[in-house]
Structures are given as C-alpha cells and as structure tokens.
C-alpha cells in the first residue's frame, strides 16, 4: 500500500496560518488599546477596533467571542506588564529591607503614570459600567496585595497578625489606587516624586506594626 502523503499547511508570503491568525489578533489588541487610550474603554467596539486595524468582522471573531473578551485581553496584557514592571524594581533591591523594596516598586508605579498617562489609565481608569474590567480590577487588588505581603514576608514579625496584615495592605493599595487616579485627573497638585515620597511615608507609619525590628 501506498505510504499517506503527508500534507504540510498552506503558507501565504512565507507564514503559517498561524502565524497570520497571530498577527491578525495582535493588530486587533493593539488598536483596542489605542482606541482605549484615546477615548476610554465604552469607545472600544468590534466595528470601531476592525477598522482601526483594517480587518473585516470575520476576523475579529476568528479570535475573541466578544468585545468583552477583547477588553479583558487588553486589560491582562497592561496588568502583566505592569506586575512585571513592578516584580523588576523589587528584584533591582532584592538585598535590601523591605521598606526599600516597597520605595522600589512605589517609585517605579508612579513615574510609569507619570510618564505614560495613556498606558496608564487601563488599568487606573474608570471602569464603572463594564462588569469584565470591574472584576478584573478586584482580582487584580488582589494579585497586589498578594505580591506585597509575599515580598514582605521574609521581614514579617514571628507574632504578625497575619488578618491585620491583609486587611491593612488592601487599605493601603486602595488608598494608592485612589491617590493616583486623584492625581492623575489633576485633582492633587504634586511632582511624581512627592507621591513617592508621601506614600513611603504612610508605609513606615504603617510598618512598625508588622516588620521585625532591625538592630
């Protein structure tokens, strides 16, 4: 009998459909976030995102379900890059206290809202009216207040109230949340470095309660 030929997929300019079906949905996230960054999220539409991204409707579907499943994909992609960012400053001081570390990732949040305001507001923005992004902003309070009690964890008292300590770390990133969204809007007059140096402030108040001390 006759071996079956094996048949390899059809390529188009040199690339698979695969590599074409990831192209087509990058262009699609990528003109969401502009989209989004421009107008807000309410602005991002399946029409509005295709004919920014100069592809037909068949498209979009080929790779989300719905806009909500686009708007939770822009929104991951920000919450990565910005854990990301954030787990890179801790490390930058990886030797050092905690308080050190916690100045490291504070710093590196606020200038990256000083200095890209665009990127910043997805996931500092108003999401009020869309159940996906709201829910993913408390899943993503959560991820933070998880990062920050694991980063101080080695530092932590023997006899630390491990409650307390939870409930303080999400007052302390709901107050941040909501400081910089103040002063992003204008609403607070100040330099990115006098936030930094207010919420390292509020941070040591805090810290007393729950690091051990050092000699």
């Known amino acids: 009998m006759e071996a079956a030929k094996v048949v390899s997929p ?3 300019g040199g690339k698979s459909a695969d590599q074409r079906r990831a192209e087509r949905r990058a262009q699609l996230v990528e003109a969401a976030l502009e989209i989004w ?15 920014q991204a100069g592809l037909t409707d068949r498209y979009f579907y080929e790779s989300f379900a719905d806009r909500d499943a686009l708007l939770g994909t822009v929104w991951d992609q920000m919450r990565d890059e910005t854990l990301t960012m954030l787990v890179g400053a801790i490390a930058s001081v990886g030797e050092d ?7 490291a990732a504070v710093d590196a949040v606020v ?16 999401h009020a009216g869309s159940a ?3 829910q ?10 998880d990062l920050m009690i694991d980063t101080a964890r080695p530092f932590l008292r023997d006899d630390v109230d491990e409650h307390a300590l ?13 400081l910089v969204l103040a002063w992003r809007d204008g609403l607070v007059d100040a330099t ?19 690091l051990r001390q050092v000699p």
């Open 10 to 12: 059809r390529r188009y």
């Open 166 to 178: 939870r409930i303080h770390t999400l007052l302390g990133i709901g107050g941040f949340v909501e």
């Open 132 to 134: 996906v992004l709201e």
């Open 97 to 103: 206290d905690a308080l050190a570390q916690l100045t």
């Open 136 to 145: 993913r902003r408390r899943d993503t309070v959560q991820l933070a207040t």
């Open 111 to 126: 200038h990256h809202i000083a200095d890209e305001p665009a990127r910043a507001q997805i996931i500092f923005g108003d």
């Open 37 to 51: 960054q421009q107008q807000g999220w309410a602005a991002v539409t399946m029409r509005g995102v295709c004919a």
């Open 192 to 210: 990115a470095d006098e936030i930094v140096e207010h919420l390292i402030d509020v941070g040591t108040a805090l810290s007393g309660r729950f």
